[in-house]
């Protein structure tokens, strides 16, 4: 992991340089650029008076345009875009220039927005368009050719060419408004979004600034290299912005992608008694709370966004969430239309939506719900893992495995993406993959406790039996060392095989013991009642040979010939576990 910018050793001048961006931004209307800095200048220590940074300097052009453009900003503040760019047109001064064209893009995009009337119609790619974008095109780039846009209209230029999807110049151009303007975190903030892989990342060459290093944080938790993220905030943190709420709610976000839910959810409790009010993450902090079936909590938590302001679109998602919780799928996806109402280009609620879909057997709108994810954000892994889902639902194995290997891509540690690759294989009778990615599942750590079983069953099916033994013997050595609840559906069926593959081997001690363990299960009780009568007519009619155990609990070694490659394990002795 690279340094930090040697930057962060002044904090003072950093401090300097957030309050000038802050007024710079403000003046533009770059809302979010302005929250984001003003958070990180509130969580520095405050400049005494005679350190504050002093304005501007006024240009001949910004004296000429000052009069317009203070009654054009404070149109633009009303949301009346059309009467602000009215007002500018034919001003000369840069900052005049941003919010003419600032003014036309958002006045397309409030009408492509109220064109849209359909949450689950046409996304990017339809028919509704910004009908300005490329006019502003044309006209910015004439001004770029000539050298004569600023850091701010570079970004512009770059929101521009995103909208009408020419991806690759808009790259360029975002990274020429960061070297422009590196305290601009709205120019970074686009160009996090357009970042696919770790290569991209490092072929871009970036201005050094300390900006960079939140750039690079972010980047980092996209990319899902949560280790990586973790210890860049962490670095920050020991930098100087230990009070950031930004920060805070970063590594809250990481732990929630790694699915780390005791430490997110201790975050998010800290965070939400830092800024009572706070909105923003707070679907995030939901998700969270469902996957725990922490109603009360959920319920709580929803309840008070709805005072804080129930028209936001975190607001939505979290109330989705509660009814999904409770089960009212209907009512949930309902919610997850408003927010897309109020956002078409919320992520989380279009996986969401799909998700309850699914719920209601709506495979078809599913589907729909998904692929609009994926238009959102090709690295949201949920969405395409839900596609994989929804195309196992409708038995077609080939396209869900086209899916989850996207899932997987973009998640390659996560065993869930691997046991369902494996489950893909194995219903296309590729059985070595299958194998390989049950075994990888359980390498990088099975959350569910599931990879070993199903690949103890498949050698079981393939008659493969001293390699399923093997299997099933880790399996449950992996559940009893876990320490989870012994009543595990499946601990009784890995003990009635071993149970007769040790009778069958005319190994009559251990094979008495796991069926006498049998009878601790109920879907196994039976089968272990059966095995010990057997195991006694056999004992009676003389031909149990001698076994030499010194005690009955230890199983032997089995076989390593095994096409998947497994660690050696040592003999399993469950004597001492009691369910």
Same mark, same amino acid.
């Given at each position: 992991?690279?340094?930090?910018?040697?930057?962060?050793?002044?904090?003072?001048?950093?401090?300097?340089?957030?309050?000038?961006?802050?007024?710079? &931004?403000?003046?533009?209307?770059?809302?979010?650029?302005?929250?984001?800095?003003?958070?990180?200048?509130?969580?520095?220590?405050?400049?005494?008076?005679?350190?504050?940074?002093?304005?501007?300097?006024?240009?001949?052009?910004?004296?000429?345009?000052?009069?317009?453009?203070?009654?054009?900003?404070?149109?633009?503040?009303?949301?009346?875009?059309?009467?602000?760019?009215?007002?500018?047109?034919?001003?000369?001064?840069? /900052?005049?220039?941003?919010?003419?064209?600032?003014?036309?893009?958002?006045?397309?995009? !409030?009408? @492509?927005?109220?064109?849209?009337?359909?949450?689950?119609?046409?996304? *990017?790619?339809?028919?509704?368009?910004?009908?300005?974008?490329?006019?502003?095109?044309?006209?910015?780039?004439?001004? $770029?050719?000539?050298? *004569?846009? +600023?850091?701010?209209?570079?970004?512009?230029?770059?929101?521009?060419?995103?909208?009408?999807?020419?991806?690759?110049?808009?790259?360029?151009?975002?990274?020429?408004?960061?070297?422009?303007?590196?305290?601009?975190? %709205?120019?970074?903030? *686009?160009?996090?979004?357009?970042?696919?892989?770790? *290569?991209?990342?490092?072929?871009?060459?970036?201005?050094?600034?300390?900006?960079?290093?939140?750039?690079?944080?972010?980047?980092?938790?996209?990319?899902?290299?949560?280790?990586?993220?973790?210890?860049?905030?962490?670095?920050?943190?020991?930098?100087?912005?230990? @009070?950031?709420?930004?920060?805070?709610?970063?590594?809250?976000?990481?732990? $929630?992608?790694?699915?780390?839910?005791?430490?997110?959810?201790?975050?998010?409790?800290?965070?939400?008694?830092?800024?009572?009010?706070?909105?923003?993450?707070?679907?995030?902090?939901?998700?969270?709370?469902?996957?725990?079936?922490? @109603?009360?909590?959920?319920?709580?938590?929803?309840?008070?966004?709805?005072?804080? +302001? /129930?028209?936001?679109?975190?607001?939505?998602?979290?109330?989705?969430?509660?009814?999904?919780?409770?089960?009212?799928?209907?009512?949930?996806?309902?919610?997850?239309?408003?927010?897309?109402?109020?956002?078409?280009?919320?992520?989380?609620?279009?996986?969401?939506?799909?998700?309850?879909?699914?719920?209601?057997?709506?495979?078809?709108?599913?589907?729909?719900?998904?692929?609009?994810?994926?238009?959102?954000?090709?690295?949201?892994?949920?969405?395409?893992?839900?596609?994989?889902?929804?195309?196992?639902?409708?038995?077609?194995?080939?396209?869900?495995?086209?899916?989850?290997?996207?899932?997987? $891509?973009?998640?390659?540690?996560?065993?869930?993406?691997?046991?369902?690759? %494996?489950? &893909?294989?194995?219903?296309?009778?590729? $059985?070595?993959?299958?194998?390989?990615?049950?075994?990888?599942?359980?390498?990088? %750590?099975?959350?569910?406790?599931?990879?070993?079983?199903?690949?103890?069953?498949?050698?079981?099916?393939?008659?493969?039996?001293?390699?399923?033994?093997?299997?099933?013997?880790?399996?449950?050595?992996?559940?009893?060392?876990?320490?989870?609840?012994?009543?595990?559906?499946?601990?009784?069926?890995?003990?009635?095989?071993? %149970?007769?593959?040790?009778? !069958?081997?005319?190994?009559?001690?251990?094979?008495?013991?796991?069926?006498?363990?049998?009878? +601790?299960?109920?879907?196994?009780?039976?089968?272990?009642?059966?095995?010990?009568?057997?195991?006694?007519?056999?004992?009676?009619?003389?031909?149990?040979?001698?076994?030499?155990?010194?005690?009955?609990?230890?199983?032997?070694?089995?076989?390593?010939?095994?096409?998947?490659?497994?660690?050696?394990?040592?003999?399993?002795?469950?004597?001492?576990?009691?369910?």
């Amino acid at each position: 992991m690279a340094a930090l910018s040697t930057e962060f050793g002044d904090l003072v001048q950093i401090k300097k340089q957030l309050i000038s961006i802050i007024s710079q &931004c403000r003046e533009r209307g770059l809302v979010h650029s302005v929250k984001w800095a003003s958070e990180l200048a509130f969580a520095l220590d405050p400049l005494p008076v005679n350190e504050h940074p002093p304005p501007p300097d006024l240009t001949e052009e910004d004296a000429e345009d000052f009069d317009a453009l203070c009654l054009a900003k404070s149109y633009f503040d009303l949301k009346e875009y059309d009467r602000a760019a009215y007002f500018l047109r034919g001003c000369r001064s840069k /900052k005049a220039y941003f919010l003419y064209m600032y003014s036309r893009y958002l006045s397309g995009e !409030k009408k @492509k927005d109220d064109e849209t009337v359909d949450s689950l119609g046409p996304l *990017e790619k339809g028919q509704v368009r910004n009908e300005a974008l490329r006019e502003l095109r044309v006209e910015l780039s004439k001004k $770029h050719n000539a050298g *004569e846009l +600023d850091g701010f209209a570079l970004y512009l230029y770059g929101v521009v060419l995103r909208k009408l999807d020419l991806l690759k110049e808009a790259v360029d151009i975002f990274v020429a408004a960061t070297h422009a303007l590196p305290l601009h975190w %709205g120019a970074w903030l *686009e160009l996090c979004n357009l970042v696919t892989n770790i *290569e991209m990342l490092k072929s871009l060459s970036l201005p050094e600034c300390w900006v960079r290093d939140f750039f690079l944080a972010q980047m980092y938790t996209e990319l899902q290299m949560i280790t990586e993220a973790l210890q860049k905030y962490q670095s920050l943190i020991e930098a100087g912005f230990s @009070k950031s709420t930004y920060i805070i709610s970063q590594i809250a976000v990481a732990y $929630h992608n790694i699915r780390d839910i005791d430490q997110a959810l201790a975050l998010f409790n800290e965070l939400r008694e830092q800024d009572p009010f706070r909105i923003e993450n707070m679907d995030t902090f939901s998700n969270l709370l469902y996957v725990r079936s922490m @109603k009360p909590e959920l319920s709580y938590l929803a309840h008070n966004l709805v005072e804080i +302001d /129930k028209y936001r679109v975190e607001t939505c998602c979290v109330i989705g969430n509660y009814y999904s919780l409770r089960a009212q799928h209907e009512k949930a996806a309902l919610y997850f239309q408003r927010a897309l109402k109020l956002n078409p280009r919320c992520l989380g609620a279009w996986t969401l939506m799909g998700h309850e879909y699914m719920e209601m057997k709506n495979t078809s709108a599913a589907i729909q719900a998904y692929r609009h994810a994926i238009e959102v954000n090709k690295r949201d892994y949920r969405a395409w893992y839900g596609l994989g889902q929804t195309y196992e639902i409708l038995k077609m194995p080939f396209y869900s495995l086209y899916y989850y290997r996207k899932a997987h $891509h973009l998640r390659p540690n996560d065993s869930r993406m691997l046991v369902a690759l %494996g489950e &893909c294989y194995e219903k296309l009778n590729q $059985h070595v993959e299958a194998k390989k990615c049950y075994w990888r599942a359980y390498s990088v %750590g099975d959350v569910e406790r599931m990879a070993l079983l199903k690949l103890a069953k498949l050698h079981e099916q393939l008659h493969e039996s001293d390699d399923a033994a093997q299997y099933y013997i880790i399996y449950i050595k992996d559940i009893f060392s876990c320490g989870e609840q012994l009543e595990h559906a499946e601990v009784g069926t890995a003990l009635r095989y071993l %149970g007769y593959y040790y009778f !069958k081997k005319d190994m009559y001690d251990e094979s008495s013991f796991c069926a006498q363990r049998c009878c +601790d299960y109920n879907d196994a009780r039976d089968a272990g009642k059966a095995l010990l009568m057997q195991i006694s007519a056999m004992r009676e009619q003389g031909d149990a040979s001698p076994q030499e155990m010194s005690t009955p609990g230890v199983f032997t070694p089995l076989s390593n010939n095994n096409a998947t490659p497994i660690r050696r394990v040592s003999p399993l002795d469950l004597s001492s576990v009691t369910p």
